[in-house]
């Protein structure tokens, strides 16, 4: 059923519903994920974001379409979680990049996948404390914020990518379109010998 359906439209899918996820556990998990002075903040969403790059399904989805899904998923979480356009959706979009930029030098692996995702969000997490700050919405040092808040988020994230990355793998993988520009289409009769048209025989037979 799933080979019906595009990677495009999977992976946005799976980036909407991240979204939504995001929420629900910061939600539900908010006595042990911000309890004073610690916070730890999900980021599923920024995880399936660079996911097609870090198992090597990009190429299964247009590259308008990562960057377009990254946008659109930024958006969303700047209106409902951190209440200002804009600094979601310029960081999902560099972060893309920068998932990108990294995985050229690495193969497809889960260990090269842990590389790019640990590099990726702590940048994230760099440019969100560095923008808030100057907007004055950030009063941590940096010494807390390592301890307090960056090393929590890695933690909770490590545990949600190691949840999540079998099935989004399965997900894209059962969603790949066939290459049919390798298939031998060479027609051949019932024992395997090439089949030549009529012209071709009264050639040979004359």
């Given at each position: ?7 495009t439209?999977v992976?946005?899918i ?8 995001d929420?629900?556990?910061?939600l ?12 730890a ?9 660079i ?12 590259r ?8 659109f998923?930024?958006?969303l979480?700047?209106i ?12 999902f ?13 690495l193969?497809?692996?889960f ?22 700050g100057i907007?004055s919405?950030?009063n941590l ?7 307090f ?7 909770i994230?490590l545990?949600l990518l190691i949840?999540v990355y ?6 894209y993988?059962a ?5 049919i ?19 071709s ?6």
């Open positions: 059923m799933l080979k019906y359906i595009s990677t439209w992976h946005f799976l980036v909407i519903i991240a979204v939504m996820l929420g629900g556990i910061s539900y998990l908010a006595p042990l994920l911000f309890k004073q002075p610690m916070s903040s999900p980021m599923l969403s920024l995880i399936l974001v996911m097609p790059v870090m198992t090597g399904h990009a190429q299964q989805i247009k308008k379409w990562l960057y377009t899904i990254a946008f998923a930024g958006m979480v700047d409902f979680y951190t209440g200002i356009v804009g600094p979601a959706i310029i960081g979009l560099l972060m893309l990049k920068l998932a990108e930029f990294i995985q050229r030098y193969s497809y692996s260990s090269s996948s842990l590389a790019v995702w640990f590099v990726t969000l702590t940048a994230y997490m760099a440019y969100d404390y560095a923008a808030f907007i919405l950030v040092n940096i010494p807390n914020f390592i301890m808040h960056l090393f929590p988020t890695i933690i994230n545990v949840v079998e099935l989004v793998i399965y997900l993988n969603t790949k379109k066939p290459d520009s390798s298939y031998d289409v060479t027609p051949r009769d019932l024992n395997g010998r090439l089949v030549l048209d009529s012209r025989q009264r050639n040979m037979s004359k």
